[in-house]
């Protein structure tokens, strides 16, 4: 979608420079957003500590790569001849002024101009022509020195003494701290291209581009320099020709503008992007052929390649909150349980079962379920307290009675059905449901037993036996207590945690629980069914409390 903002449009014109000038690093608001085009952007004063210019001829300043080095009059080699015998022959030849290498004892070779590596191979098999059985090495001790100039921009024409180990960035660099050092000639580095560097060798001119070598590492960007290079530096032009990058990026600013760039390379000038940064989300602001801005929305990596034209503004925009990353827990009887990301809306139940490698011999996955976390009831937690505090200091109500109550009040608040066997099946669709950020999904090992507990003698435990009824149950615990309040006996099914009324021939299932109340001395329990039953209506436990006190 595009969108035109016309000539005049001055409150969207002040939104625009206000997004412009959002910061990165935190959330702060800068002012202007700065100006990274030129030479003196690049090279801090403070950071920067100039080259002496005093060099020891032949001083190695920087590692040789033989694959690009080219040999000239100056360099010094390194020779070891270790012939039979107790002789050892230790050469240091010079390449003369006219491109020869002499060797004592031998015939001269021309060097100059060559390759370092095919210089060492040439000098090599040279020497073995005249020592057959010896072991030579050649390697290059010393580098000549060059002498470059710089034209353009920085008039007059300034003359550099460096090494034929130096490249480009160290020429440019020995410049701008010697510049910046001078006050009257320090303002001459704003006007001047960092993007825009030539260097004419053999009448040849050659385009570099050292904001990608400082940036990207771009080796290409930054050659090593020869004798009698000229380095041509342009002007910028800072009103036409610069590039807006903000938002979620490294380095927000202004940079120069150089034809062929794109999307991609923009954004990697730049800093790169931020982890925050919403690569779906970067907008292009370009001026029309009418006035005014055309906003366009672009994403990376399907727009990468997109052209830029001078002028244009990019703003990458910050993540939504709601695209954090959400998690779910598995745990239980599988064979890879642990925390996994999910996209919360579109990740269902069954495709969990790929990420943690299916379930173990002792797994029941008819039996697993979903714990989902619900907005806490304070009335309710508040209630609980209340109750727990009376038990304690009135004794009226066993402990493993307040427990089951705890769990009564919480069915089916937060646990989900997840029978893993009829989603696979596809049984029932709506078993397979979307998950949510926090889910802990469990997955039980098969349960052959049956828990008895409340008023019962022998409260525990017991095997489950296939058809048995609860009245069964109860006579495995020692049958009811003196207190017991058959007419009020519960089976809490092990799945769900739903409560049921349950007779003596109700038949529980592996893992149920049947719970028998206890008719206690103050007839306390007639008042907490109706709070049981009713707990939308929690607030009355209060009033329960304090008639119980008094």
Same mark, same amino acid.
């Given at each position: 979608?595009?969108?035109?903002?016309?000539?005049?449009?001055?409150?969207?014109?002040?939104l625009f420079?206000?997004?412009l000038?959002?910061?990165?690093?935190?959330?702060?608001?800068?002012?202007?957003?700065p100006?990274?085009?030129?030479?003196?952007?690049l090279?801090?004063?403070?950071?920067q500590?100039?080259?002496?210019q005093?060099?020891?001829?032949?001083d190695?300043?920087?590692?040789?790569d033989?694959n690009?080095?080219?040999?000239?009059?100056?360099d010094e080699?390194?020779i070891?001849?270790?012939?039979?015998?107790p002789?050892?022959?230790?050469?240091?030849p010079v390449?003369?002024?006219?491109?020869m290498?002499?060797?004592?004892?031998?015939?001269?070779?021309?060097v100059?101009?060559?390759?370092?590596?095919?210089?060492?191979?040439?000098i090599y098999?040279?020497?073995?022509?005249?020592y057959?059985?010896?072991?030579i090495?050649?390697?290059?001790?010393?580098?000549?020195k060059?002498?470059?100039?710089?034209?353009?921009?920085?008039?007059?024409?300034v003359?550099l003494?460096?090494?034929?180990?130096?490249?480009l960035?160290?020429?440019?660099?020995n410049?701008?701290?010697?510049y910046?050092?001078?006050t009257s000639r320090?303002k001459?580095?704003?006007h001047?291209?960092?993007?825009?560097i030539?260097?004419i060798?053999s009448?040849?001119?050659?385009?570099?581009?050292?904001?990608?070598?400082m940036?990207?590492?771009?080796?290409?960007?930054?050659?090593?320099?020869?004798?009698?290079?000229?380095?041509f530096?342009?002007?910028?032009?800072?009103?036409?020709?610069?590039?807006?990058?903000g938002?979620?990026?490294?380095?927000p600013?202004v940079?120069?503008?150089?034809?062929?760039?794109?999307l991609?390379?923009?954004?990697?000038?730049?800093?790169?992007?931020?982890?925050?940064?919403?690569?779906n989300?970067?907008?292009?602001?370009?001026?029309g052929?009418?006035?005014?801005?055309?906003?366009?929305v672009?994403?990376l990596?399907a727009?990468s390649a997109?052209?830029?034209?001078?002028?244009?503004?990019l703003?990458?925009?910050a993540?939504p909150?709601?695209?954090?990353?959400?998690? =779910?827990?598995v745990? %239980?009887? @599988?064979?890879? !349980?642990g925390? $996994? &990301?999910?996209?919360? #809306?579109? +990740?269902?139940?069954?495709?969990?079962?790929?990420?943690?490698?299916?379930?173990?011999e002792d797994?029941?996955?008819?039996l697993?379920?979903?714990?989902?976390?619900?907005?806490?009831?304070?009335k309710?937690?508040?209630?609980l307290e209340?109750m727990?505090?009376?038990?304690?200091?009135?004794k009226q109500?066993?402990t493993?009675?307040?427990?089951?109550?705890?769990?009564?009040?919480r069915?089916?608040?937060?646990?989900?059905?997840?029978?893993?066997g009829?989603?696979?099946q596809?049984?029932?669709?709506n078993?397979?449901?979307?998950?949510?950020n926090?889910?802990?999904?469990?997955?039980?090992?098969?349960?052959?037993a =049956?828990?008895v507990? %409340?008023a @019962?003698?022998? !409260?525990?435990? $017991? &095997?489950?036996?296939? #058809?048995? +009824?609860?009245?069964?149950?109860?006579?495995?615990a020692?049958g009811?207590?003196?207190?017991?309040?058959?007419g009020?006996t519960?089976?809490i099914k092990?799945?769900?945690?739903?409560w049921?009324?349950?007779?003596?021939?109700?038949?529980?299932?592996?893992?149920d629980?049947?719970f028998?109340p206890?008719?206690?001395?103050?007839?306390?329990?007639p008042?907490l069914?109706?709070?049981?039953t009713?707990?939308?209506q929690?607030?009355?436990?209060?009033?329960?409390?304090?008639s119980?006190?008094?």
């Amino acid at each position: 979608m595009k969108h035109v903002f016309p000539r005049g449009s001055g409150m969207l014109l002040v939104l625009f420079v206000w997004m412009l000038t959002i910061g990165t690093a935190g959330a702060q608001q800068q002012n202007t957003l700065p100006d990274l085009q030129s030479l003196s952007s690049l090279f801090s004063l403070s950071q920067q500590t100039p080259k002496p210019q005093a060099l020891t001829p032949g001083d190695l300043m920087n590692a040789i790569d033989e694959n690009t080095y080219h040999v000239d009059s100056g360099d010094e080699f390194y020779i070891r001849v270790d012939v039979q015998g107790p002789d050892v022959k230790i050469f240091n030849p010079v390449v003369s002024a006219d491109g020869m290498l002499v060797l004592p004892d031998v015939s001269a070779l021309y060097v100059r101009g060559m390759l370092l590596k095919e210089a060492k191979r040439r000098i090599y098999r040279h020497l073995k022509d005249f020592y057959p059985g010896a072991e030579i090495d050649v390697s290059l001790s010393k580098v000549h020195k060059v002498r470059v100039s710089v034209i353009g921009a920085l008039e007059p024409v300034v003359k550099l003494d460096l090494t034929s180990a130096d490249r480009l960035v160290d020429a440019i660099q020995n410049i701008v701290v010697a510049y910046q050092a001078d006050t009257s000639r320090a303002k001459l580095l704003d006007h001047v291209s960092a993007r825009r560097i030539d260097v004419i060798r053999s009448n040849v001119r050659h385009r570099y581009d050292l904001l990608k070598f400082m940036r990207l590492g771009d080796l290409s960007q930054n050659p090593l320099l020869r004798s009698n290079d000229v380095i041509f530096v342009h002007y910028r032009d800072s009103l036409k020709s610069n590039l807006v990058v903000g938002g979620e990026v490294g380095q927000p600013g202004v940079y120069e503008f150089v034809p062929g760039d794109y999307l991609m390379l923009a954004v990697k000038l730049a800093g790169g992007m931020l982890p925050s940064a919403d690569s779906n989300r970067i907008e292009l602001y370009r001026r029309g052929n009418e006035g005014g801005f055309v906003r366009r929305v672009l994403r990376l990596p399907a727009d990468s390649a997109l052209a830029l034209q001078a002028g244009d503004q990019l703003f990458v925009r910050a993540k939504p909150k709601n695209r954090e990353q959400k998690f =779910v827990e598995v745990e %239980g009887e @599988v064979k890879y !349980p642990g925390v $996994y &990301p999910i996209e919360e #809306g579109k +990740t269902r139940l069954s495709q969990v079962v790929q990420w943690f490698g299916g379930f173990t011999e002792d797994a029941a996955p008819e039996l697993a379920f979903v714990q989902r976390e619900v907005k806490r009831n304070k009335k309710l937690e508040k209630g609980l307290e209340a109750m727990r505090m009376m038990n304690v200091q009135n004794k009226q109500m066993p402990t493993t009675d307040m427990s089951f109550i705890k769990d009564y009040y919480r069915q089916n608040l937060q646990i989900l059905q997840a029978d893993f066997g009829k989603i696979a099946q596809g049984d029932n669709p709506n078993l397979d449901f979307l998950l949510q950020n926090g889910d802990r999904i469990v997955v039980p090992a098969r349960v052959m037993a =049956v828990t008895v507990a %409340g008023a @019962v003698r022998n !409260p525990g435990i $017991y &095997p489950y036996v296939k #058809g048995a +009824t609860l009245k069964d149950y109860v006579k495995m615990a020692g049958g009811y207590a003196p207190r017991a309040k058959k007419g009020l006996t519960k089976l809490i099914k092990y799945k769900s945690g739903a409560w049921l009324d349950a007779g003596g021939k109700s038949v529980p299932a592996p893992g149920d629980k049947i719970f028998v109340p206890q008719r206690n001395e103050i007839e306390f329990w007639p008042m907490l069914k109706e709070v049981v039953t009713l707990v939308a209506q929690i607030g009355t436990i209060f009033v329960i409390i304090r008639s119980v006190n008094k």
